[in-house]
């Protein structure tokens, strides 16, 4: 069975590709820009492609049973017919919330006719990237909608459902929500950075508008749509599934682990 990874130098599709590794799959193919410098492991044949730009992909979907297909909305349903025209047999896709700005992926996967796996992860905690800055610089972030709260993922669990999607028979049709095992306000995640570091960190809200022009900086464009997001979840925590337990038989990340294993970030 040959599995194709697209994305796979990416934060998710890499860690797809060890995951499938680690579980045994023995013809894994891996796309990517730059087959030289990928860094990907030996056994998995690297190949050239990218999905911005599907005329590539025609040679590195032949022979292709199943695929973990990246999110990328602006060619998602050409790149969906691509690969029904190879004759891949599953999808593994990475979209999000129902409904939301990746609805897309998933609507250009069940048109394209291929049995399907959607997975539906929330926030990443990698994420929390965002204020690693003014971690680094002082005691103080300053952000916002410091009371809303949900429950952000490890890319590792996201990895790790998605190899078992990708080699387990029983998930085609399914949609799989994905969050981490605890929703925590985002000035609980703050604090919890601030005890990796041993230090005591203090969380200060923004008006929405001052949040907006602090996450431009740092988002560019998806500033105001993530600033938006936080306000239309204020009032409305999410709430935890464990759905990466059930599906990996071992219990999701945490974020004071993933705090604890990511202090480099944050120095």
Not at 56 to 69: E, F, I
Not at 161 to 178: D, F, K, Q, T
Not at 216 to 226: D, P, Q, S
Not at 238 to 264: I, S
Request: net charge negative.
């Amino acid at each position: 069975m040959k599995i194709l990874v697209t994305g796979a130098t990416g934060g998710v599709g890499r860690l797809v590709v060890d995951e499938l590794l680690a579980l045994g799959a023995t013809d894994v193919r891996a796309l990517t820009v730059n087959p030289a410098r990928a860094g990907l492991p030996a056994q998995v044949e690297a190949v050239r492609g990218y999905l911005g730009r599907p005329e590539t992909l025609p040679a590195a979907l032949a022979g292709v049973d199943r695929m973990y297909l990246a999110p990328l909305v602006e060619t998602n349903e050409q790149v969906c017919r691509l690969a029904a025209d190879a004759g891949v047999r599953r999808i593994v896709d990475m979209a999000g919330a129902k409904g939301d700005h990746w609805q897309v992926i998933e609507d250009g996967v069940e048109a394209c006719g291929v049995p399907f796996v959607h997975l539906e992860p929330g926030e990443f905690m990698i994420n929390s990237g965002i204020w690693s800055a003014q971690i680094a610089a002082g005691d103080v972030v300053r952000d916002g909608y410091g009371d809303v709260a949900n429950a952000p993922i490890a890319l590792e669990d996201i990895a790790a459902v998605a190899a078992r999607c990708l080699l387990e028979e029983g998930h085609e049709g399914r949609s799989y929500e994905l969050t981490g095992p605890e929703s925590l306000t985002r000035r609980e995640r703050v604090l919890t950075i601030g005890a990796a570091l041993g230090r005591e960190l203090t969380y200060v809200d923004l008006p929405h508008d001052e949040l907006v022009e602090q996450l431009n900086l740092a988002m560019g464009e998806y500033g105001a749509w993530y600033a938006d997001g936080l306000r239309q979840m204020a009032g409305h925590p999410q709430a935890a599934v464990q759905t990466v337990a059930e599906l990996t038989g071992r219990p999701g990340t945490t974020f004071a682990a993933w705090a604890r294993d990511n202090t480099d970030m944050f120095r």
